[in-house]
């Protein structure tokens, strides 16, 4: 947001009479990302709004007035009134980036000292870099930190809005280390407000920059992690069976775009964008799903760490999920979503198949389409063997016919019938024939505290082959 600051008051300066000077800002809106690489052209909007100030709009990016004259105002001396319960940094400004608090390379990573945390506030050291923006940007990393340390849920954030920015002379020269005190004004669910204030190695205010407010993304026990470390860990819930469950985490688009750019690589996030509003989250899921499961298989086999983007998803000719990339090309994949749950499977050489589906809500007409009789007389064996009542067991016959039909590659072909379902409630197995009679071994297993109660079936690793009791049996995944 800083250096989109930078941007317009570059353009700002070529509309204004020479000599004028950036004195500050008014009404900043950082409305869209903007990503640094790769370069593209922003169409520029310019527009006086009066003596000294300029509407600037960057393309479907920023919004702000920049504010130029022939001399800087003094700003009010700084304030004295101290934070309020303050206790040393918890964590250095080193391990600030060190540990992946703060995301910034070197040329950005310009908090030189964390001194304080209060419970309304923050205090430390800048470094003044020579990249467009990057002084205020450590302001705003400080202020940032605060909210990383003190609230207690959806601590990743990222700025919004500024009501207003002040300054008193020209910026710092480069490696001038600069006073910053950061004072929290309000706490929303979704927002945090504050002001800074910025000081010279003489005490006096160069900067003073009131309603500064960050937008809060949703991030639970298992985001806040992978904020620091995505490589070695993810959204994903690894189950022992060897799939991989994804719930829905976010609540709001905005959340979804920064897990959406977490995990997908540039052509990925292209595909994504191709896709209606509505489809993206679960597509979303099922490629963070999928990617977890690659991962883990990756991670069991001594990889090491390997990010999400390394691990690419596509689709081949017939549409089937494919695995790409140096590191997982050649593993078989398999992938289902819903609306707020996605999981999948991966193997190096088993054809593997797996699908999740809410348990029915109309029993009779799963019956009608999908089952035979014999399959019903299992289903309701099933259901008075592991007490999870009818319709979970006619949702898992029916989900372990999809799992089946995705390992042949063919799909059920709108013969569900044909797919025929056995075993013995007893006897701890379940079984599919393909039309021409391929085995495929089948576990099943209902999640009762996913958004609705969903059955996933998937197909069994070898090992895993050996009796045991029948798998339609109720786990919980709770946060």
């Not at 001038?176 to 003489?202: C, F, H, M, Q």
């Not at 019938?417 to 021409?436: E, K, M, Q, T």
């Amino acid at each position: 947001m800083t250096t989109m600051l930078e941007l317009a008051a570059e353009a700002a300066l070529r509309h204004a009479p020479p000599g004028l000077a950036v004195i500050g800002y008014d009404q900043v809106r950082a409305l869209r990302w903007l990503s640094v690489e790769p370069a593209l052209d922003v169409p520029v909007t310019v527009r006086g709004e009066g003596p000294g100030r300029t509407r600037v709009v960057l393309g479907e990016y920023a919004d702000v007035v920049v504010l130029t004259g022939e001399r800087y105002e003094p700003l009010p001396g700084p304030d004295p009134t101290p934070l309020h319960d303050p206790r040393p940094a918890p964590v250095s400004a080193e391990a600030l980036y060190r540990d992946r608090w703060m995301f910034h390379g070197p040329r950005f990573a310009g908090v030189h000292e964390v001194l304080a945390v209060g419970s309304d506030g923050i205090r430390g050291v800048l470094r003044a870099l020579p990249d467009p923006g990057a002084l205020l940007d450590a302001a705003g990393q400080l202020f940032g930190h605060w909210m990383q340390l003190r609230l207690p849920v959806d601590r990743l954030v990222f700025p919004a809005t500024v009501d207003r920015i002040r300054f008193s002379g020209p910026p710092p020269a480069p490696r001038e280390l600069v006073a910053a005190t950061a004072r929290i004004r309000e706490v929303r669910d979704v927002t945090v407000r504050g002001d800074l204030e910025l000081r010279r190695a003489d005490g006096g205010v160069w900067a003073r920059i009131d309603g500064w407010t960050y937008r809060r993304f949703g991030a639970d026990e298992r985001v806040w992690p992978m904020k620091f470390t995505p490589e070695v860990c993810g959204i994903g819930e690894p189950q022992p069976a060897g799939w991989c469950l994804a719930r829905r985490r976010w609540t709001d688009p905005a959340s979804q775009e920064l897990v959406m750019r977490r995990y997908l690589g540039a052509a990925e996030r292209a595909v994504y964008e191709r896709l209606a509003p509505r489809a993206r989250a679960p597509w979303l899921l099922g490629r963070i799903a999928a990617k977890d499961a690659l991962r883990q298989l990756l991670w069991n086999d001594g990889a090491g760490p390997v990010f999400p983007a390394e691990v690419a998803v596509g689709n081949d000719p017939a549409g089937r999920p494919l695995a790409e990339g140096d590191l997982a090309a050649g593993i078989r994949l398999t992938i289902a979503h819903k609306d707020r749950i996605a999981v999948a499977l991966a193997h190096r050489d088993q054809p593997v198949g797996i699908d999740v589906e809410p348990v029915t809500a109309d029993p009779d007409a799963l019956i009608r389409i999908a089952l035979t009789p014999e399959e019903l007389a299992l289903a309701e064996g099933l259901a008075a063997c592991e007490g999870t009542g009818l319709p979970a067991a006619l949702t898992a016959l029916w989900c372990a016919k999809e799992a089946a039909a995705k390992a042949a590659g063919t799909g059920l072909g709108g013969r569900p019938r044909a797919w025929r379902a056995d075993g013995d409630p007893g006897s701890g197995r379940l079984r599919v024939l393909s039309p021409d009679g391929q085995p495929y071994p089948i576990r099943t297993t209902l999640l009762a505290d996913a958004p609705l109660d969903h059955v996933v079936a998937w197909t069994e690793r070898p090992a895993e082959q050996s009796p045991r009791p029948f798998h339609l049996t109720e786990t919980s995944h709770g946060s």
